[in-house]
């Protein structure tokens, strides 16, 4: 993931066939694999020793300790929907493909104008970071490690010690890739967003500021091992 770019293919269907159907590329829009949201914390402090290999492997440079990026990549976009004046908002995934090595990837949903065929490639316009300041989120966080109901006793669910990623303030409960592994989001018309996450699973609704408005919806009868409700 840190060594691949984002890149958003635009197709038009051709031929009105039923049998003999084509697509052709008509448009793209490259974000290059190290591209940092500005002013962000370091991330990538979890990282395996393998993973820095491969990431050095991939023409990514990092330190053998301690935070492995300088700040939080944008990449891996895991949806996007329209947003206005022909920009569209972006779903980050958890950070860096697992539970693990995400504690300390900021979860967060930008707007972007995706310039297809520039070679500058997409701009950032905005970015939410979502966190959870109002406690909707019932199990134990990151960025808050002494409230909330603990998590199951998997090896894979042990907390990590909060890093520079959750800031100053413990009650601003930022989320990260451990927290929530986002795979799929909607804008509703009142500007806040559906957000359906895979450890849960869950649906969770935020307000337009990225800020938890109520407790995740799960499935009924459906749990996984990352999360308790």
Same mark, same amino acid.
């Given at each position: 993931?840190?060594?691949?770019? +984002?890149?958003?293919?635009?197709?038009?269907?051709?031929? #009105?066939?039923?049998?003999?159907?084509?697509?052709?590329?008509? +448009?793209?829009?490259?974000?290059?694999?190290?591209?940092?949201?500005?002013?962000?914390?370091? =991330?990538?402090?979890?990282?395996?020793?393998?993973?820095?290999?491969?990431?050095?492997?991939?023409?990514?440079?990092?330190?053998?300790?301690?935070?492995?990026?300088?700040? !939080?990549?944008?990449?891996?976009?895991?949806?996007?929907?329209?947003?206005?004046?022909?920009?569209?908002?972006?779903?980050?995934?958890?950070?860096?493909?697992?539970?693990?090595? =995400? #504690?300390?990837? !900021? /979860?967060?949903?930008?707007?972007?104008?995706?310039?297809?065929?520039?070679?500058?490639?997409? !701009?950032?316009?905005?970015?939410?970071?979502?966190?959870?300041?109002?406690?909707?989120?019932?199990?134990? &966080?990151?960025?808050?490690?002494?409230?909330?109901?603990?998590?199951?006793?998997?090896?894979?669910?042990? /907390?990590?010690?909060?890093?520079?990623?959750?800031? #100053?303030? #413990?009650?601003?409960?930022?989320?990260?890739?451990?927290?929530?592994?986002?795979? =799929?989001?909607?804008?509703?018309?009142?500007?806040?967003?559906?957000?359906?996450?895979?450890?849960?699973?869950?649906? &969770?609704?935020?307000?337009?500021?990225?800020?938890?408005?109520?407790?995740?919806?799960?499935?009924?009868? &459906?749990?996984?091992? !990352?999360?308790? =409700?």
């Amino acid at each position: 993931m840190l060594a691949g770019a +984002a890149i958003i293919l635009g197709v038009i269907g051709c031929t #009105a066939g039923a049998v003999d159907r084509q697509t052709l590329l008509v +448009a793209r829009s490259v974000l290059p694999a190290v591209t940092f949201r500005a002013g962000s914390p370091p =991330s990538g402090a979890f990282f395996t020793a393998d993973e820095r290999a491969t990431a050095g492997g991939n023409g990514v440079s990092g330190p053998a300790s301690g935070p492995f990026l300088p700040g !939080q990549p944008i990449q891996g976009f895991s949806s996007m929907v329209p947003a206005d004046a022909g920009t569209w908002w972006t779903l980050a995934d958890n950070g860096a493909g697992a539970r693990g090595n =995400s #504690a300390d990837f !900021q /979860l967060v949903i930008h707007r972007v104008d995706l310039r297809w065929n520039d070679p500058r490639g997409p !701009q950032v316009l905005d970015s939410i970071i979502l966190r959870d300041p109002d406690r909707r989120i019932p199990w134990t &966080v990151v960025c808050d490690p002494g409230n909330g109901n603990p998590l199951p006793d998997f090896s894979f669910n042990v /907390l990590p010690v909060p890093p520079p990623a959750c800031g #100053a303030a #413990a009650a601003s409960r930022t989320l990260t890739g451990f927290d929530l592994d986002p795979e =799929s989001f909607v804008r509703a018309p009142d500007g806040t967003f559906w957000i359906g996450d895979e450890f849960g699973p869950f649906l &969770v609704h935020t307000a337009a500021d990225g800020r938890v408005l109520e407790a995740p919806i799960g499935v009924p009868r &459906v749990r996984s091992p !990352q999360t308790r =409700s």
